[in-house]
DNA sequence: GTTCCGCATGAATCGATAG
DNA sequence: ACTATCGATTCATGCGGAA
């Protein structure tokens, strides 16, 4: 019955990713490191060298995700000398050269933003959640994610999730999917490519650059239980975690040690089976 | 007193803009036809032509509008072959070469966005408001803009007002009115680069693109009183209207006659002084 | 137990200062 | 001139202690 599986992995994704096989990720969910940002992590790509940096990645995510497989991409380009920088633009055109379809991007309205003010700018609210496909038929489970009718637009996605979260413990096992098209009434509406999450702040033990709700949406569009979820940026294992938590099997990948140790320690405990491989063994 | 101006000129902005003058315009807010919409106009672009079509007007843009100047292009890629056309990425990037500067791209989310369901998409529920400079250095009024806080602004106000009371009755007379702007400026806050917009669905008749409040937020933002917008792309006169209705000086340029008039028998009646060109007087 | 208030905390950005 | 570092700015959120 419990047939969820977790593989943590000690390394860089750009090693680490060669050893897997073909085809056999259902849903990467990532979101790298900024540029600039994470010094101490994959040593601050500079804007200017991070296309060329991140690419060799795309490209070993193209051959580990399925057919029919999906991958999410979280970024936002910095602000450097007053403009935008162009690195996200350049490397959707790039990665479309490799063979990469840009089906859709989502905007994430972070209604908690950052504060600051500045003579000749706002306070930057939205990131990317730009979605790859390998083909133009890939799986989407659109009912999973429907929300109230009434103020759906107002409606917190972590309210859903939660809601989500809490019925599925009460119900043991098999039928995840089903269970949920049960509750759903002509009362529910399909959501728009716009989500509004406010981030996890605060007094949290780890703070996530994302809140697990992100993460959680995107697993349920696009896989069921059983599937397979790759984040080869895991950090403190919010996607992973995710995806325990949602039946889903899942792959984390991260380079640093103590975010390595930080994401084992919150995801030990729970009832997956886990399995854990330094970079020695990787190789 | 009455120093508002509009110029609505009935041509095609390629040609009709050459005959302007070197840094005249303060702020440039359009939404120029999509690719391969209004195919009646313009020619129908297809989206492989589209930057390149695109950007002698662009060029032309650059050259009327002040050093100071905004430019605010809204836009959004369709879906072309289940994918998300690349012309809007690579007009960013054209735009850079000719000397713009890609300050910043504003999230406008529609809350009520065009109804619709498709098996592998969401209902497209935003567009991008890119804003281009000259310089580093532009007019920005960010105080006409600002809104009320969050929620906690409620208790804030409560308690605001009570020691102003008190504060109020202690002092005799004049003092009021630097309390009331005192908690003024307190439970404003700057706005984020999200607009929170729903489309007007009024009349049918001429369906506007965009709600006249868009236009008019970026108007006071970027401009002030006697300024002068301009809008190349004008259709039925949304961002015209709102530059008179705001006392900004405006012109306009359409291309298709029955949009012309309907914008001069809009904007007819108003106490501004108008103008009228049609191609042949500007050549 | 509720509700309320105080407080720390961010994938930020600019401008000035220092090498 | 050109690049690295630092202080100042600012607001939604969630936690913890207090009424």
Same mark, same amino acid.
């Given at each position: 019955?419990? +047939? ?17 096989? +073909? ?9 790298? *490191? ?36 999906? &991958? ?42 950052? *504060? ?31 929300? *109230?009718?009434? +103020? ?104 640093? *040690? ?9 995801? +030990? ?6 399995? &854990? ?7």
């Amino acid at each position: 019955m419990m +047939d969820d599986q977790i593989k943590l992995y000690l390394g860089d994704c750009r090693e680490v990713l060669t050893e897997f096989p +073909d085809n056999s990720v259902d849903l990467i969910f990532t979101s790298p *490191p900024y540029a600039d940002q994470r010094a101490n992590t994959y040593g601050g790509i500079h804007p200017n060298e991070y296309v060329d940096w991140f690419l060799p990645i795309t490209n070993q995510l193209l051959r580990v995700l399925k057919p029919t497989g999906t &991958f999410v991409l979280n970024i936002k380009e910095k602000v450097v000398g007053g403009e935008r920088s162009t690195y996200v633009l350049e490397l959707i055109l790039e990665m479309r050269k490799q063979g990469w379809l840009w089906t859709e991007e989502f905007i994430w309205h972070k209604k908690n933003c950052y *504060p600051g003010k500045w003579p000749n700018r706002f306070r930057d609210a939205w990131e990317r959640l730009l979605q790859f496909n390998k083909n133009k038929k890939f799986a989407m489970y659109q009912d999973t994610v429907r929300v *109230p009718m009434g +103020d759906w637009a107002k409606t917190r996605l972590k309210n859903l999730s939660d809601t989500d979260r809490t019925r599925d413990n009460s119900r043991v096992g098999s039928g995840f999917g089903k269970n949920i098209s049960n509750w759903l009434t002509r009362d529910m509406a399909y959501p728009t490519n716009v989500l509004h999450l406010a981030t996890e702040c605060g007094n949290r033990k780890h703070s996530a650059v994302f809140p697990k709700a992100l993460p959680e949406w995107f697993i349920k569009l696009f896989t069921q239980p059983g599937d397979v979820v790759l984040d080869p940026f895991m950090g403190s294992g919010s996607t992973v975690a995710a995806a325990r938590n949602m039946e889903r099997k899942s792959v984390g990948i991260e380079i640093l *040690p103590e975010y390595y140790e930080l994401a084992r320690s919150n995801l +030990d405990g729970g009832a997956a089976t886990l399995e &854990f491989f330094s970079a020695q063994e990787v190789k």
